[in-house]
């Protein structure tokens, strides 16, 4: 069993920067590929980034690339999503997802999901 807990979400204007923060608990989280998905105001949830277990390789959805990154400490049972150049259009609910074994970039692949945190853009 994984717990996901996010934190860092809040109401920021267009062009700042954010960091989310998902903590783990249980074992072996350096097992699981980790994720971040949102869910804009009115649409289904949507792949936003992701990072693979141990080697770190990172994958991101096209309207976030270049501008969110994110990363992993496994020391820490930790991911992070660092957010940049926000836009009105990235307000969302974001979603931290534990994927075992794989790369969570597929809803279908999340074995856990976080409760969420909110993050609004205003312009």
């Known amino acids: 069993q994984v717990q996901l807990v996010e934190s860092g979400g809040g109401l920021v204007q267009a062009g700042d920067s954010l960091r989310l923060s998902c903590a783990a608990s249980?074992?072996?989280?350096?097992?699981?590929?980790m994720g971040w998905f949102r869910q804009p105001p009115g649409k289904e949830r949507e792949f936003v980034a992701a990072i693979s277990q141990s080697v770190g390789n990172t994958y991101y959805s096209d309207s976030v690339k270049g501008r969110f990154a994110i990363s992993r400490v496994n020391s820490k049972n930790t991911v992070y999503l660092q957010m940049n150049s926000l836009k009105p259009e990235d307000t969302a609910v974001y979603y931290c997802a534990a994927s075992y074994g794989t790369i969570a970039t597929n809803q279908a692949n999340v074995d856990y999901w976080g409760q969420g945190t909110q993050v609004t853009v205003s312009s």
């Open positions: 249980g074992r072996s989280f350096s097992s699981y590929g």
